[in-house]
């Protein structure tokens, strides 16, 4: 295993004292002892798709690829169990064998199971949540060794707290999620102009399951982007011309996600839904006074419904999201430092996976439930062994907490 870690676009690099890739469950407390006997950090990496030095460490950095594989499936419950190192491509095909399929999925689908649940991923649909809001019971390794399997029966305050755990209350070894059906979908893409798009707003995010646009700041046009059950939906946009060869029909799984070739930096924001027209229009003139020249890359709009996850970006309220995209080989940081006060002008929470500068006296006044989070954190994880710099400036915590 190469002892360099790098993210998927390149933009955070770093070299751990270890690598690893515990075979079991019981190999990965063995290793967490051990590291909390000799005051050691343990961070758990997905698939390196988060910008953010989440999994930092200079201590042990774990994968969990070899923890994979889905358990108990019930179609009529609705739930199944699945092993955290899974990616989340592998989760659809696997879920289906058994006529199961996750409410929603992201624009990609090469992020591990596990961080996408860690920070908070989330695809796009007014009525539909964020993917870790469905879950419902946890296998995980805690900060001193112990293996736990914790549901929200047993304890519902550390579920809500685990829906976006960002890897500090345990390394996560199984998830339980409520599921659907398999379903099949139909994708449309159509493209207008802007402010054809926005004027009909409203109509496109509550008239499609899944609805979000691009905006193009070099030519002010619009892809609108609709998936619908067969049947149901917008049939028709009248203001845009759909183009035929970006319709596709099939399995949830293959349809929602997107290949994606071309690798970028991402600061992405959520926003009170009710806030998100005005904001993306700030941005928008922003965008075209200062940044056109430099910024050919698009800019994403999506909207996620409410949820009870305590460090969720949708937590409590009905959200609409705004993505910068800029090419990683091109400047970026510029560009999202001057954009960044708009979103929290209108009350936006950061992706904690993308670009932000928020610490914890930043973030705390954005989460109503920030300290029960903390105090659950502390439970499972006393001596701060999942606890990289970065994490304890996010968090707020003392280096001798």
């Keep these: 295993m190469e002892k360099e870690f790098s993210n998927w676009s390149g933009s955070m690099r770093f070299t751990p004292g270890e690598r690893t890739a515990p075979r079991d469950e019981a190999e990965l407390a063995e290793l967490v002892r051990r590291a909390a006997e000799r005051k050691i950090t343990v961070r758990p990496a997905g698939a390196g798709h988060s910008s953010q030095p989440l999994v930092a460490t200079e201590g042990i950095l774990v994968s969990l690829e070899h923890i994979k594989g889905l358990e108990s499936p019930d179609l009529e419950a609705r739930e199944a169990t699945l092993k955290a190192g899974m990616m989340l491509k592998e989760t659809g095909g696997a879920l289906l064998e058994h006529g199961l399929a996750m409410e929603n999925l992201g624009d990609v689908d090469y992020q591990a199971l596990v961080g996408a649940v860690g920070t908070g991923t989330h695809g796009t649909g007014r009525h539909l949540k964020i993917l870790s809001a469905h879950l419902v019971e946890v296998g995980l390794v805690t900060g001193t060794g112990e293996i736990r399997r914790v549901s929200i029966a047993d304890d519902q305050d550390f579920i809500q707290a685990a829906k976006v755990s960002l890897g500090v209350l345990g390394i996560f070894t199984s998830m339980r999620l409520r599921l659907l059906p ?69 399995w949830s799984s293959e349809v929602i996600p997107r290949e994606r070739h071309l690798k970028f930096e991402e600061m ?134």
């Design 268 to 401: 992405e924001y959520s926003l009170p839904l009710e806030a998100g027209p005005a904001c993306f229009q700030e941005v928008r003139k922003r965008v075209k006074e200062r940044h056109r020249k430099q910024v050919c890359w698009r800019v994403l709009y999506r909207t996620v419904a409410a949820d009870d996850a305590f460090l969720s970006h949708s937590s409590g309220r009905d959200t609409a999201t705004i993505s910068l995209h800029q090419n990683n080989t091109l400047p970026f940081q510029e560009y999202f430092d001057d954009i960044e006060p708009i979103f929290l002008a209108y009350g936006g929470r950061p992706h904690w996976a993308k670009k932000h500068s928020l610490n914890a006296k930043r973030l705390e006044p954005l989460y109503p439930m920030w300290s029960r989070f903390l105090e659950i954190r502390s439970r499972m994880d006393p001596e701060g062994v999942f606890l990289n710099p970065y994490l304890k400036g996010l968090l707020g915590i003392d280096a001798g907490a």
């Design 182 to 250: 398999a379903y099949r979908l139909h994708r449309r893409e159509c493209c207008t102009h802007i402010d054809d798009c926005m004027a009909n707003l409203e109509q496109l995010m509550e008239d499609n399951r899944n609805f979000d646009f691009y905006w193009y700041p070099r030519s002010d046009l619009a892809r609108i982007r609709t998936m619908n059950l067969p049947g149901e939906g917008m049939q028709d946009i009248p203001f845009a011309r759909c183009i035929r060869e970006k319709e596709k029909f099939g």
